[in-house]
């Protein structure tokens, strides 16, 4: 069972670095970004997103577009459950995986052995979950020995397989992604894109926000534009192979 | 509006709750924490330890002989006073970036905002633990004397873990809405520790002694160090501890519950 239902949630980002006095009575709307206003307790907020309303169910592959500071990203932590929606309400059922940021939790001087392990846990899974998918990560990122030397003395490479292969070894109802998710050079990249699609395939639900329409046309079955925050189209894509590259 | 706020207590409690019982997760970090300060070093923690030791070792006999003690006597207190103290003020002073230091995981996955303050609280226990090693040495060679009150120090360590949590919670909040308060925390733990009993006694003040029963740090000093030194049990200042114990949580519960879900955006 996997569903997200969202009823007129909003979000304002308190920002206390400015003086409200200087924004009294005025309501700006900048170019890009959420809304600028001033609260009841003459505040400064950025309204991120203003009251979004959907309802998303088992088999939507939903792409987010829109500019930078339309409100992707935040909507993307408001679905992780780390920030809780001013008002309006939120509900999720199902296991959620956040790849929004695949270093979370990782550390450079620990052992890739030990990042494994931070990573995982970090994704929410137990230590006795992790175990068996040592050895699987082990081999997708081709550490070999490597596993157990320090994160720092990886090359760039080898560490962004070891976080793509942690990050995608775990299953989960719901999976959030920032960007499509692409890892090493071209011949890995291929082997990266068959494993992300299969984590993918076993979810049920996909949120993912990109720049690239031409992507989530492809890729997704549902498309969701936010500008400033609102919502400006909601619509059903022409299913190819949703939710697997073509 | 009594339904949101019985919810959001609700919440703040599930949030505590939760936050022990990812007891996969916080014990992991805390660990990480100490052991990232040690990274190649040959005896790593033991440095704790070790430092802990010539600190013992250098002011001992200076400031026993400056305050006119017997070292057999002042050695094992300054040993026993300085690690509670340390502990104490370290989980004071952590606790200010419990929430502002985490903001990395706030922002980004759902995790109970408890876990963030266990870890440094378990951080501070471990290194108590590494620091008691050298009270231990100087137990060895100038014994406490054996009374029943000793079973009480495992009890003792576990109330200033315990009251590390609210104020962890409590501070972690503050500190993340209004900066100044880390700074302000800071220059108190200092003014702190030279009203309260750990270098000195509290017998030197002669008639004003009542004075430091006032100060609780005095009293959260005492459930873990009076066994070792009076070999009473200091049951009336087990009795402030827990009242405190139960104010710092109601408190706590009370802001938590308002504020819990505001963190995210403060951090």
Redo the contacts between chains.
């Keep these: 069972m996997a569903r997200i239902t969202a009823d007129k949630i909003v979000v304002d980002?308190?920002i206390y670095e400015a003086s409200a006095r200087s924004f009294k009575s005025a309501v700006l709307q900048t170019a890009t970004g959420g809304l600028l206003s001033v609260n009841s307790a003459h505040r400064v907020v950025v309204r991120a997103i203003n009251g979004l309303t959907f309802d998303l169910k088992e088999g939507d592959r939903v792409g987010l577009v829109g500019h930078n500071g339309s409100g992707k990203s935040t909507l993307l932590?408001v679905l992780?459950?780390?920030?809780?929606p001013v008002s309006g309400s939120l509900q999720i059922t199902g296991r959620?995986a956040?790849m929004?940021?695949l270093w979370?939790?990782m550390?450079s001087?620990?052992t890739g052995y030990?990042n494994i392990?931070?990573r995982a846990?970090?994704m929410?899974l137990?230590?006795k979950e992790i175990a068996p998918l040592v050895d699987d990560i082990c081999e997708f990122a081709e550490l070999g020995d490597y596993i157990y030397m320090?994160l720092r003395t990886y090359s760039s490479g080898m560490q962004m397989r070891l976080a793509f292969a942690v990050s995608t070894s775990v299953s989960a109802d719901i999976i959030l992604m920032d960007e499509w998710l692409s890892a090493g050079d071209a011949s890995f990249n291929e082997k990266a894109q068959t494993r992300l699609q299969r984590m993918l395939g076993n979810a049920k639900i996909l949120v993912v926000a990109s720049h690239n329409e031409q992507m989530i046309r492809t890729t997704c079955n549902k498309l969701m534009r936010l500008l400033h925050g609102n919502m400006v189209e909601f619509v059903s894509l022409p299913t190819r192979e949703a939710g697997h590259l073509s | 509006m009594a339904s949101r706020e019985r919810r959001n207590l609700t919440l703040a409690v599930k949030d505590v709750w939760d936050g022990v019982r990812r007891i996969y997760i916080w014990p992991m970090l805390g660990w990480q924490d100490i052991k990232q300060r040690y990274r190649r070093s040959v005896i790593g923690p033991f440095w704790l330890t070790l430092s802990y030791g010539a600190m013992v070792a250098g002011m001992g006999p200076l400031y026993g002989r400056l305050l006119q003690q017997d070292i057999g006597s002042y050695l094992p207190y300054l040993a026993t006073s300085f690690v509670i103290w340390i502990l104490m003020s370290s989980i004071i002073i952590d606790a200010c970036s419990a929430f502002i230091g985490a903001e990395g995981y706030i922002k980004q996955v759902k995790l109970p905002l408890t876990v963030h303050v266990l870890r440094l609280v378990w951080k501070n226990v471990l290194i108590f633990f590494h620091n008691f090693v050298i009270v231990l040495l100087v137990m060895f060679i100038y014994p406490p004397p054996l009374t029943w009150a000793l079973l009480l120090i495992p009890a003792g360590v576990l109330m200033l873990a315990l009251n590390g949590i609210w104020l962890g919670l409590l501070f972690g909040m503050l500190c993340a809405r209004f900066r100044d308060v880390p700074q302000v925390v800071s220059s108190f733990v200092q003014i702190v520790f030279f009203l309260t009993p750990v270098m000195w006694r509290s017998e030197m003040l002669g008639r004003k002694q009542w004075l430091v029963e006032l100060n609780p740090f005095y009293h959260f000093l005492e459930i873990v160090r009076a066994p070792l030194i009076s070999g009473g049990g200091a049951m009336r200042s087990w009795l402030m501890v827990t009242l405190i114990t139960i104010a710092g949580f109601l408190v706590t519960l009370l802001v938590f519950s308002r504020y819990r879900a505001r963190v995210a955006y403060w951090v």
């Design positions: 980002f308190p932590r992780a459950g780390a920030y809780e959620i956040s929004l940021d979370l939790g550390n001087d620990a030990e392990f931070l846990t970090i929410g137990r230590p320090p």
